[in-house]
């Protein structure tokens, strides 16, 4: 190699030295500098609803923590997937974050094509809560158990409606798995959101819900509604007397929605982990969990990583349930 070559390779070489620590430094001065300027949650479906409930839930405390406004933005629709693809396709700053949930790990399999990726398009920040689904009729509805529910729907010559928050969501699945193992005739009725499905439920538009238990609590409390089962594993908190699916005879039944917080996938790591700390400090507050009880959640509040497993874990095991349940949307 001849010394004009051998200079030009060393110019070339520190000059690309001096790019990547220019980036690095840029990064590293922006998470410096971050927050500077308000926040913004997307939530995915309408206002009113359990993700709603717990963005604002966050929301306050989180501004406090970090010296700037939170604000909470609603972008529903298609089974919580437009909210999601407008935040990965947002600037990876920390300044545009998604409340998601269970539902986003479900939607990777049952539609065919998404604009964005769940586990590759996103930064987990932290798991806000746990909240159980709760089996839901209109108190003037006869059925006083699944059981009697169940020999209603085989007994009527139409089949009896659910409603849920959108295609692919977790809703959407429960009534699939329940149809399957109860051996009873469902028709699927997408809202959404849990706002106009309480409203229907209500008024006696559809049969039945799988929504979770905060949209329906006070409603059942206050006699309007009757909560059959939980879909959980275990029965809520917030609804002690009420069975779970697998006690009322659908055994192994145990699907629960959970909500957490995410950024878009190159958000800097200095913004995720200072996001991931500050928000676990809340959740795992006293005054957090006193708010969770009064609306059935059960606060999570863990790291990035172990989100990234969750996330991994509930997209796994959701595949093979939308397969066996043959749900696709295109």
Same mark, same amino acid.
């Given at each position: 190699?001849?010394?004009?070559?051998?200079?030009?390779?060393?110019?070339?070489?520190?000059?690309?030295?001096?790019?990547?620590a220019?980036?690095?430094?840029?990064?590293?001065?922006?998470?410096?500098?971050?927050?500077?300027?308000?926040?913004?949650?997307?939530?995915?479906?309408?206002?009113?609803?359990?993700?709603?409930?717990?963005?604002?839930?966050?929301?306050?405390?989180?501004?406090?923590?970090?010296?700037?406004?939170?604000?909470?933005?609603?972008?529903?629709? *298609?089974?919580?997937?437009?909210?999601?693809?407008?935040?990965?396709?947002?600037?990876?700053?920390?300044?545009?974050?998604?409340?998601? *949930?269970?539902?986003?790990?479900?939607?990777?399999?049952?539609?065919?094509?998404?604009p964005?990726?769940?586990?590759?398009?996103?930064?987990?920040?932290?798991?806000?809560?746990?909240?159980?689904?709760?089996?839901?009729?209109?108190?003037?509805?006869?059925?006083?158990?699944?059981?009697?529910?169940?020999?209603?729907?085989?007994?009527?010559?139409?089949?009896?409606?659910?409603?849920s928050?959108?295609?692919?969501?977790?809703?959407?699945?429960i009534?699939?798995?329940?149809e399957?193992?109860?051996?009873?005739?469902?028709?699927?009725?997408?809202?959404?959101?849990?706002?106009?499905?309480?409203?229907?439920?209500?008024?006696?538009?559809?049969?039945?819900?799988?929504?979770?238990?905060?949209?329906?609590?006070?409603?059942?409390?206050?006699?309007?509604?009757?909560?059959?089962?939980?879909?959980?594993?275990?029965?809520?908190?917030?609804?002690p007397?009420?069975?779970?699916?697998?006690?009322?005879?659908?055994?192994?039944?145990?699907?629960?929605?959970?909500?957490?917080?995410? *950024?878009?996938?190159?958000?800097?790591?200095?913004?995720?982990?200072?996001?991931?700390?500050?928000?676990?400090k809340?959740?795992?507050?006293?005054?957090?969990?006193?708010?969770?009880?009064?609306?059935?959640?059960?606060?999570?509040?863990?790291?990035?990583?172990?989100?990234?497993?969750?996330?991994?874990?509930?997209?796994?095991?959701?595949?093979?349930?939308?397969?066996?349940?043959?749900?696709?949307i295109?």
């Open positions: 190699m001849n010394p004009t070559s051998q200079h030009r390779r060393r110019v070339i070489t520190a000059a690309c030295i001096s790019l990547v220019s980036v690095g430094f840029a990064s590293t001065a922006l998470a410096q500098a971050w927050p500077s300027k308000p926040i913004t949650l997307i939530v995915p479906f309408p206002a009113g609803g359990t993700t709603d409930v717990l963005a604002r839930s966050l929301a306050e405390p989180l501004a406090k923590a970090l010296g700037q406004p939170v604000i909470v933005e609603s972008k529903p629709g *298609a089974g919580a997937t437009i909210g999601a693809d407008f935040v990965a396709k947002a600037k990876p700053d920390g300044y545009t974050l998604l409340v998601g *949930a269970v539902h986003h790990t479900i939607a990777t399999s049952v539609y065919k094509k998404l964005y990726d769940f586990q590759k398009s996103f930064a987990p920040v932290t798991a806000i809560a746990l909240v159980p689904n709760v089996l839901t009729v209109s108190a003037a509805n006869p059925a006083k158990s699944v059981a009697e529910l169940i020999a209603q729907g085989k007994a009527s010559k139409d089949k009896l409606t659910y409603g928050n959108g295609n692919g969501t977790a809703q959407h699945l009534g699939t798995q329940f399957n193992l109860a051996g009873v005739g469902l028709v699927h009725v997408p809202y959404k959101g849990s706002g106009p499905l309480t409203t229907d439920l209500l008024g006696g538009q559809v049969a039945m819900s799988f929504d979770t238990v905060t949209p329906v609590l006070a409603h059942i409390k206050a006699g309007k509604l009757r909560a059959l089962a939980v879909t959980t594993g275990k029965r809520s908190s917030a609804l007397d009420v069975p779970t699916l697998a006690e009322s005879g659908l055994k192994g039944f145990d699907i629960g929605t959970w909500f957490g917080l995410l *950024a878009p996938t190159a958000t800097p790591k200095e913004i995720v982990a200072r996001l991931s700390s500050e928000s676990m809340i959740i795992q507050s006293p005054d957090f969990a006193k708010r969770m009880v009064d609306i059935g959640a059960e606060p999570i509040g863990n790291t990035s990583e172990q989100m990234t497993r969750q996330i991994r874990d509930d997209t796994e095991k959701f595949a093979q349930l939308v397969r066996e349940a043959k749900v696709t295109e």
